[in-house]
Structure formats: structure tokens, C-alpha cells
């Protein structure tokens, strides 16, 4: 092969950067220079894309974030609620090639505290396994297929469980009007805060709803599915739209409008429309191993699942010493490390 050169991603790579992106079958969202624009004005962090390069062509790419905190400099590809970041590229070589390059540049400096590399979950045959890492955690990454030519509706109810599709049916009698409706940001936000507080969880920062209309374009990029009952929006469901895939993003409820199963109803139509715009993919994103009642709930729509991994080395030691309120302070919407690592010396004792 030809010599392969690193460079950090500049200006006059970008366009390349973009088509290599969008050409490979297993890129993501999160890999596009749109979601790099909205991650680095919304958490204010540095940008540190790796691309690989053979005869003035980019053949791989490692996108990463970079902040600073108490225990230094923490590098994620990518932060902000597990986004998937990974190692793209096509070839056994580069791979490796990029894996060394972030061995000894990356995890190499002095300052970095911790790095973690997330693995892509359609790429699951990747070997990692000269990556630095003394940490590593993985996910269950979800998706259906949605890839239909005809009879849409029908080929999705099929995929679904019994359970899932009387819930749908159900939804169909309770009187709700679905519709696409992008202004719904004010509502959306609203909804989603008291969903998270409900259930002791992080709500989304606010400015992400007001950043990402900015970045993403209306009904092209993402579309907001709204369910109204007499008049009155009742739930919405964010999706994001990437080549192929549909990012299940953002669901909200009106917790007195459960009994009508308006979710279902939104997620059936946001499915039938893509399925019919030619989408074949539907992520539902990651899931924890002990998140049973929300892997379930996902699996109920003929999901398929792909493992994929966090690759973690920590070179400050120090923060073993941590707790996850420190660590979620300095390190806001970044992965440092599982906290029942935590409290733990490097003998594995506690």
C-alpha cells in the first residue's frame, strides 16, 4: 500500500472529510461536520479530527472532542449522551495505522487525563485489539429495518410484537391527529425536562433545542412528529435523518396523555413515512445491559442488535479516586469512565 499520512481535519479537507462520510456504508450522524459545528457550540470544547490520507485521497477518520478539567484533558469520540463517534475507514491497514497514530499522539501526551474511543456498532468485526485501554464497557446498540418496497405499513406491523401492535391499534381509536410539526421546539424541550425529572434522569441541556435548529435543516436533517388531541399537542418524537438511517432521538409524553399510547402511533407513522422515502435503518440508539424494561421496550419493535464497545484508557490514576458528581461537573456530557470503577486502586481492590 502506498504511505499512508495523519493530519488533524483542517478547512481545506472538509469536503473531503464530508464525502467520505457520506460514501461508507456504516457512517453515522454523528461522524458529519454538522454534528462536530453543534457539539462544539453547544458544550464550547476543542474539535480533534484525525483523517488518513493515501495520494491526496482521505481513507479513514477518528473524529474526537477534547476538555479540560480538574484531572486534565479528557478526549471522547464523541461525547454528549453516548454519542457514537469510531473509526471509520475501509481498510485493515488504516485501521491500524489510525489506532497507532492515537496510541502514541492522543493517549500519548502528557496532558490527556483519559480518552475513550466508542466503537461503531455496524461495524462490529472492527479488532481493537491494539488499542491503549485499561477500561472497557460496552453497549447494545438497537436498530429495525425499515427497508421496504411496498405494503409499508403491513411489513412493519408484522415486525412488531403482539404487545407492541395492540398498543398501535390502540393509538389508532384514541382520537389523535399525527402531523410534522418543526415549531414544536418550545414544547418539545418543555415536555422532555419534566420526563427526565420524573424518572430522576439528565434532561438534554436547553440549548440544545435552541442550537440545533440553527446547524440542521427543517424536514430534511430532522423532522419534530407531533400527536394532538383536541387541538392540543400531547407528545412529540425528534428524529434525526442521516443517508439511510433515522436517529430515534427525543420522545416526549404529557405523563396525563399516557393511557393513549401516542408514542406508538408517532413512532408507526415516522417508521411507514421513512420506510416509503426509501430510509432502511431505524436507531434506536444505545442501551445499557441493566436497562431491561428499555431494551425491551426497543426490542418490541423488531429491532436487531449490535454490540459495541468503549474503549477507555486512564492515564491520571487520580481519578479512580473521583465520584460521579465531580467527574459529571468537570467533565459535563463527557465519558470519563464507568463509575463502579470508581474507588477502586489499580490492584482491582476496594
Known amino acids: 500500500m502506498n504511505d499512508i499520512n495523519c493530519i488533524i481535519l483542517n478547512h481545506e479537507w472538509e469536503d473531503k472529510y464530508e464525502k467520505f462520510v457520506y460514501d461508507h456504508d456504516a457512517s453515522m450522524l454523528y ?8 457539539l462544539i457550540k453547544l458544550l464550547g470544547v476543542e474539535a480533534l479530527y484525525i483523517i488518513a490520507i493515501i495520494q491526496d485521497e482521505i481513507v479513514g477518520v477518528l473524529p474526537m472532542m477534547i476538555k479540560n478539567g480538574k484531572y ?6 464523541l461525547p454528549f449522551y453516548g454519542s457514537n463517534g469510531g473509526l471509520l475507514t475501509k481498510n485493515d491497514e488504516v485501521f491500524q495505522y489510525l489506532i497507532n497514530y492515537y496510541n502514541e499522539k492522543v493517549i500519548g501526551k502528557e496532558t490527556i487525563a483519559a480518552s475513550t474511543v466508542i466503537s461503531i456498532p455496524l461495524l462490529s468485526d472492527q479488532d481493537f485489539s491494539r488499542i491503549k485501554s485499561n477500561l472497557t464497557d460496552f453497549r447494545i446498540g438497537q436498530f429495525t429495518d425499515i427497508g421496504f418496497e411496498s405494503n409499508f405499513e403491513e411489513n412493519l406491523m408484522n415486525l412488531f410484537h403482539y404487545k407492541t401492535r395492540n398498543m398501535v391499534r390502540k393509538s389508532m381509536k384514541s382520537g389523535l391527529v399525527i402531523s410534522v410539526d418543526n415549531s414544536k421546539l418550545d414544547f418539545l424541550y418543555q415536555v422532555h425536562l419534566e420526563n427526565m425529572e420524573a424518572i430522576g434522569g439528565k434532561p438534554k441541556n436547553e440549548q ?7 446547524i440542521y435543516e427543517a424536514n430534511k436533517d430532522y423532522k419534530i412528529y407531533t400527536a394532538s388531541f383536541d387541538g392540543e399537542p400531547i407528545s412529540c418524537l425528534l428524529l434525526f435523518y442521516h443517508k439511510n438511517t433515522v436517529e430515534y432521538y427525543t420522545p416526549v409524553i404529557k405523563s396525563d396523555h399516557r393511557d393513549k399510547q401516542p408514542m406508538s402511533l408517532l413512532i408507526l407513522q415516522a417508521m411507514k413515512d421513512a420506510s416509503e422515502q426509501g430510509y432502511k435503518l431505524w436507531n434506536w440508539g444505545g442501551t445499557w445491559e441493566t436497562q431491561e424494561g428499555v431494551y425491551r421496550f426497543k426490542k418490541r419493535w423488531g429491532t436487531f442488535d449490535e454490540k459495541y464497545y468503549y474503549h477507555t484508557q486512564i492515564n491520571n490514576k ?14 459535563t456530557d463527557f465519558f470519563v469512565l464507568p463509575f463502579n470503577q470508581l474507588n477502586i486502586n489499580k490492584d482491582g481492590e476496594e
Not at 72 to 77: C, I, L, Q
Not at 208 to 213: E, M, N, Q
Request: a negative charge; proline letters at 6%.
Open 31 to 38: 461522524h458529519s461536520l454538522k454534528y462536530r459545528n453543534l
Open 208 to 214: 440544545f433545542f435552541k442550537i440545533f435548529p440553527s
Open 72 to 77: 486534565g484533558e479528557v478526549v471522547n469520540s
Open 318 to 331: 487520580d481519578i479512580f479516586q473521583s465520584t460521579p458528581e465531580e467527574l459529571l461537573s468537570e467533565y
